[in-house]
């Protein structure tokens, strides 16, 4: 029968004025060391006070491109605190670490390089977001200097540049391959219309084929917008039977978004307990785990075994929680100081070893494309919390 008065909807159509996408949940890895000494004077300077050209070519020096100013200088001075913690449980004597600003800009990516580069950089760490990537990239790649970027939006991903936060598109396809295995192959997905539903749905058929699904319709809608119930609606196809044409529903969405939503599912006989929904690591969020509409949906994580032991670690060392994207700091810190000890010179063959490395999300490792892989768990929401119903890998050999 027709309902009325549902939530509200939105406009359906991947082409339509897009709102711009942030990046969302990143993180890496790095092992969370028990050491608890505090950090040695000096660490995390800036550049101007700290570096001459006279010690260049003794020193091992790797530059940390953050937004320290501006809007994100909290979550900047954050995850250079994980990679200076990072620094002093792994790094030699002549291993130094040169935090710079960017402002959270593509010029001040541009320029944030230029100054490690004439300070002597041999490699460079961040920046978190894309625009960052891009114009620090510029610079780096003119240099020869490899970039490690805490991003998770493999748009900026190129050789020499890697993108090593949590890629949501390798979230989705861990997801799906372990709802194939629970016996779901016809697959449907319900996308925000903006870049970063866009980025999504461009990889999805790849994604289900590789693990022997079928990839149905796939639906935009614009957060917030009246038209949203109506989209639902259609996208449901309530009214036409008991079948929706789909066992699996992908919902990438996050926060107040993913509860409308999955409200209106629910509403329009969408019912999660027949059909699995799938979703991404930013899911991982102690609100939504309570939402009747969400019981029993999946999403890739990192391996969570770590994760409480590296907090608490890092509060006892500065005083308060870290963000989550935190870790990608430290992992990438520990890698470059791992990378240059006992006179090792950081390389493209050494970043990209095949093997990976282990760190507080578990495995990870760069390839040749600019790209990270990972190891995920499988998390299922419940009320008392997400369960771990399929551990991470610990080993490439298990995952791809």
């Known amino acids: 029968m027709q309902r009325d008065g549902a939530p509200v909807e939105t406009a359906n159509g991947p082409n339509a004025d897009a709102t711009r996408a ?40 790797v530059a940390l491109l953050l937004p320290l100013s501006g809007q994100n200088a909290a979550l900047g001075r954050a995850m250079r605190h994980a990679a200076e913690l990072a620094m002093f449980d792994i790094a030699a004597d002549d291993f130094i670490l040169m935090p710079v600003d960017t402002e959270g800009t593509y010029q001040g990516g541009q320029n944030a390089a230029r100054k490690a580069i004439d300070a002597g950089a041999k490699m460079i760490l961040g920046p978190l977001f894309s625009e960052s990537v891009s114009g ?16 998770n ?9 890697w993108v090593n936060g949590l890629i949501p598109e390798d979230q989705i396809a861990r997801a799906v ?9 016809r697959f449907a997905a319900l996308l925000p219309q903006n870049d970063y539903g866009r980025q999504i749905s461009a990889s999805l058929d790849s994604i289900v084929s590789r693990v022997g699904g079928t990839m149905g319709r796939v639906a935009f809608y614009q957060p917030g917008s009246e038209s949203l119930q109506q989209t639902v609606k259609s996208f449901a196809r309530y009214n036409s039977g008991p079948d929706s044409g789909f066992d699996a529903l992908i919902l990438p969405t996050t926060g107040g978004d993913l509860r409308q939503v999955s409200a209106m599912l629910a509403y329009y006989d969408v019912d999660s307990s027949v059909v699995q929904f799938i979703g ?23 391996n969570p075994g770590n994760w409480e032991s ?19 700091a430290y992992d990438s810190a520990a890698l470059a ?46 009320p ?8 991470a890998p610990e080993s490439f050999d298990q995952v791809f």
Not at 136 to 151: D, G, H, L, M, T
Not at 153 to 161: D, F, H, L, T, W
Not at 177 to 185: L, N, V
């Open 136 to 151: 620090a990239s510029e610079i780096a790649k003119a240099a020869n200097v490899p970039v490690v970027s805490f991003s």
């Open 22 to 61: 942030p990046d969302q949940g990143l993180i890496p890895d790095a092992n969370p060391w028990t050491n608890d000494a505090a950090l040695p004077e000096g660490v995390g300077e800036e550049i101007p006070t700290l570096f001459n050209d006279a010690a260049a070519s003794s020193e091992k020096r």
């Open 280 to 302: 991404t690591f930013g899911w991982n969020d102690p609100a939504l785990f309570s939402e009747p509409a969400l019981k029993g949906g999946i999403y890739a994580a990192p």
């Open 310 to 328: 590296f907090a608490n670690r890092f509060e006892r060392t500065f005083g308060s929680q870290p963000p989550r994207i935190a870790s990608i």
């Open 177 to 185: 391959g372990y709802a194939t295995s629970q016996g779901k192959y």
């Open 337 to 382: 100081a791992l990378l240059s000890r006992d006179g090792k010179e950081i390389s493209e063959a050494a970043l990209t070893n095949s093997t990976g490395f282990v760190g507080v999300d578990g495995v990870f490792r760069l390839t040749q494309d600019g790209r990270s892989e990972r190891g995920y768990a499988i998390m299922k929401v419940a």
């Open 384 to 391: 008392g919390g997400a369960k771990e119903v399929a551990p």
């Open 153 to 161: 939006n493999r748009r900026v991903a190129e050789n020499g540049v």
